[in-house]
């Protein structure tokens, strides 16, 4: 008796393993990296309040963008843009631009 030799083994492997089989998904966890690493960067220029409503959204080329909770934080982001810019080109970061998007909360 042969086996079929299309068959596929389902062996388990972890998120990391598999993104560094992976060139595709070794890019992503190193862009999901790099995000949460600038995100930590302008933390210190946000105010404490507004923290919790800022999460580190993709990157497409020199363009970054911060998913935010409501569009007060999204209002006061506007105003910070400058200085949050500035920041990330001094500590090394290539971004001419940060877009700011409201997340939608899902409907129940």
Do not use: F, Y
Not at 10 to 24: G, K, R
Not at 29 to 49: C, H, K, M, T, V
Not at 65 to 82: F, G, I, T, Y
């Amino acid at each position: 008796m042969t086996g079929n030799p299309h068959r596929r083994l389902n062996i388990a492997v972890s998120v990391l393993q598999a993104s560094m089989d992976s060139p595709t998904l070794a890019r992503l966890a190193e862009q999901g990296r790099d995000s949460n690493a600038r995100l930590l960067a302008i933390s210190p220029l946000l105010p404490a309040a507004l923290r919790s409503a800022v999460v580190a959204g993709p990157i497409d080329g020199t363009s970054w963008c911060l998913l935010l909770d409501n569009s007060a934080a999204a209002a006061k982001l506007r105003q910070l843009l400058p200085d949050l810019l500035i920041r990330l080109r001094a500590q090394g970061w290539p971004v001419e631009s940060i877009r700011l998007k409201v997340q939608s909360k899902p409907r129940r």
